[in-house]
Structures are given as structure tokens and as C-alpha cells.
């Protein structure tokens, strides 16, 4: 089973980026979808974005999409989220986790239910600063 390991999280003005990290060991990434997730304070946790090399499909939520950039690097085995134009709603603790591809890759239902997400990485804080 995969392992994730996230990390690239700290704090930043509004308006400024960030690149988060998740490197996988014990398999590699291309046999997954690899989602990202985040938990905001006094809120449920959410879907933010997932990428499949199977299918090549990826999934944003409507408030990543246009600011936020999920991408992948073969070589060192990790997913990268870019996250740019961030602002205080994006505040929050983001997680990567992985689920077997079987076919589905990143359908949305399957990304906002979460469920098929087994592997878990611990997460990395976000803070944006107004």
C-alpha cells in the first residue's frame, strides 16, 4: 500500500502562492488518484483537487479552479499542488491521499465522497495572512 508523506505548508499574505507537496513510498503514485484535501477550523473537510496518470483526469473545486494547478513528477514519485492568488478562505490543514485507480480515476463523486481514499498523509498547515 502507498504511503504519503505531505509537506510545503506555511504562511503567506493574500495574493501570494504556495506549492504543496506529497511524495509517495512503498508504490508508486501511477496506480492511484491522488486527491487533496483540506479542514479549515470549525469545518468539515473537503475536497480541493485530484490527479490520475491512469486516465489523466483531474478534478478542482470550483474555488480552486483558475488558481490552483494539481501536476506530477514521475522521477521523485509526488503529486504537487500549486496554489496561487490565495486569500483567508483557503486557511486550512491539506491533506493528499490516495485511492486505487479502479477505472474511476478522479470522477468527482468519488473525489467529494472521499471514501475510496484509504492512504493518508499527515497534513500540512496552510495560514494566509489578510
Known amino acids: 500500500e502507498v504511503q504519503l508523506q505531505a509537506s510545503g505548508g506555511g504562511l503567506v499574505q493574500a495574493g501570494g502562492s504556495l506549492r504543496l507537496s506529497c511524495a509517495a513510498s512503498g508504490d508508486t503514485f501511477d496506480d492511484y488518484a491522488i486527491g487533496w484535501f483540506r479542514q479549515a477550523p470549525g469545518k468539515w473537510r473537503e475536497a480541493v483537487a485530484c490527479?490520475?496518470?491512469?486516465?489523466?483526469?483531474?478534478f478542482y473545486t470550483d474555488s480552486a479552479k483558475g488558481r490552483f494547478t494539481i501536476s506530477s513528477d514521475y522521477a521523485k514519485n509526488t503529486v504537487y499542488l500549486q496554489m496561487n492568488n490565495l486569500n483567508s478562505e483557503d486557511t486550512a490543514i491539506y491533506y493528499c491521499?490516495?485511492?486505487?485507480?479502479?477505472?474511476?480515476?478522479?470522477?468527482?463523486?468519488?473525489?467529494?465522497?472521499?471514501?475510496?481514499?484509504?492512504?493518508w498523509g499527515q497534513g500540512t498547515l496552510v495560514t494566509v495572512s489578510s
Open positions: 490527479f490520475s496518470s491512469n486516465d489523466r483526469s483531474t
Open positions: 491521499a490516495a485511492a486505487p485507480y479502479r477505472g474511476l480515476g478522479c470522477l468527482p463523486n468519488r473525489v467529494n465522497a472521499r471514501r475510496d481514499f484509504t492512504s
